[in-house]
């Protein structure tokens, strides 16, 4: 095994993946924040990017100077901590030097569409006799198999195709896209999953197929459910949550507010605090059910009370009897706030080269052991280790050199 990252016993401690080699062979979104994944539980992952150029989101993001440079703020989003080196695939020498990083690997990630693997000559099939261990993992938008196997997709396209934008958004604005792109983020967290579990079967070796498709679709159980063993078709609903009331967001004095009064014990506390008792025991309010069909009208009677005073005092208040409650914040406001600062999301790194600045990216949303899961390097420049992977495999100085001029690397 060459190259492989030295950690201390605190850092095995909180790295569960200390000792797995990745080939990160992905590209823009849903594979490389699959791989940042592992890469934040102690796997060592070597990006492996196309001579020209690199992945393609080196060249996205909303800094037009980092774009140019080749290290956009799309891709220094999900790389720290890994290593890029470059390949040509399409070269009969670029293949053999894949092979050789198979062999020393443990996982192999790529999210080409399906079919390009096998037609390079290096599909599962061809690096399984090279590697018999290896848990080879592909990222598609609808899986290796079915009607749509070679439809090309993005992740709006995986939003429209799952429904998921047929609810989100209200009656007047619906269909409506989420936010975010999070079809590539959830098929990418699928991924590190299973590649997660299948580093941990008793004996190493998997072909996983995600399709970002289903993982969108898996993560929509409950609306989901409620159609197929309900028979109640999911409807867009703005923000309203169906299943209980009040809950949904509020207009105070100031901003919007979430309120969450889900039990009847909250919705209790909820009226009694804002100075509204009388409505526990209206007929229109009186049980969940009642509070559901008429949340409307409920909704304008809290108003009338919320809109005298700011969100934030209310949230404060409404939490401390026991009412979950929150104001609507913006995403410059949540990551200044003390519950991120604190924990250990954020991590900076300083003077980054290529990118000539200090940057601040996200790790991981989970702690192990009471601490947050970190890389200890920058995103890398395109190709920056392939001197040192590549000598790894045994190669000379000079025929790194080679390789380099003849377009392999």
């Not at 014990?265 to 559901?292: F, M, S, V």
């Amino acid at each position: 095994m060459i190259g492989k990252l030295k950690l201390t016993n605190t850092q095995q401690k909180t790295s569960p993946l200390s000792g797995i080699r990745v080939l990160d062979l992905t590209n823009v979104l849903a594979g490389p924040f699959c791989c940042h994944q592992l890469a934040h539980m102690g796997a060592e992952v070597i990006k492996v990017e196309n001579v020209k150029g690199g992945d393609l989101a080196r060249q996205l993001g909303a800094d037009p100077e980092l774009n140019a440079r080749n290290m956009g703020i799309s891709f220094l989003a999900q790389n720290a901590g890994k290593k890029s080196v470059t390949l040509n695939l399409k070269d009969e020498t670029g293949k053999a030097l894949l092979k050789q990083l198979v062999a020393s690997a443990d996982v192999l990630v790529e999210n080409y569409r399906p079919g390009v693997m096998k037609r390079l000559g290096v599909d599962y099939e061809v690096l399984k006799a090279v590697n018999p261990n290896l848990v080879y993992c592909a990222i598609s938008g609808f899986g290796q198999e079915g009607p749509w196997v070679h439809r090309p997709a993005y992740d709006q396209i995986i939003q429209g195709s799952s429904g998921v934008m047929s609810i989100t958004g209200g009656a007047d604005s619906a269909p409506m896209r989420v936010g975010y792109p999070i079809a590539d983020t959830i098929g990418g967290m699928t991924a590190a999953f299973a590649i997660a579990a299948a580093l941990n079967a008793p004996e190493r070796g998997a072909f996983i197929d995600v399709s970002m498709l289903e993982s969108v679709i898996a993560t929509m159980g409950w609306a989901v459910s409620n159609y197929l063993i309900g028979g109640v078709a999911p409807t867009a609903n703005g923000n309203e949550n169906l299943t209980s009331a009040p809950s949904g967001t509020f207009q105070a004095e100031d901003a919007p507010i979430n309120i969450a009064a889900n039990k009847d014990e909250q919705w209790e506390a909820l009226a009694r605090h804002i100075g509204r008792p009388e409505l526990i025991a209206d007929p229109r309010y009186a049980t969940r059910e009642l509070r559901k069909t008429n949340r409307l009208t409920l909704k304008a009677e809290i108003e009338t009370v919320l809109v005298t005073r700011p969100a934030r005092d209310w949230a404060r208040e409404l939490n401390r009897i026991g009412v979950p409650a929150g104001a609507v914040l913006s995403v410059p406001e949540v990551l200044a706030h003390p519950q991120i600062t604190e924990r250990g999301l954020l991590a900076t790194f300083g003077l980054v080269p290529g990118v000539e600045r200090d940057i601040t990216v996200v790790r991981t949303g989970f702690k192990v052991d009471g601490s947050a899961p970190a890389v200890d390097s920058p995103p890398p420049e395109l190709g920056q280790d392939n001197e040192d992977i590549y000598r790894g495999l045994g190669l000379t100085g000079r025929q790194v050199a080679e390789l380099k001029e003849s377009g392999v690397i």
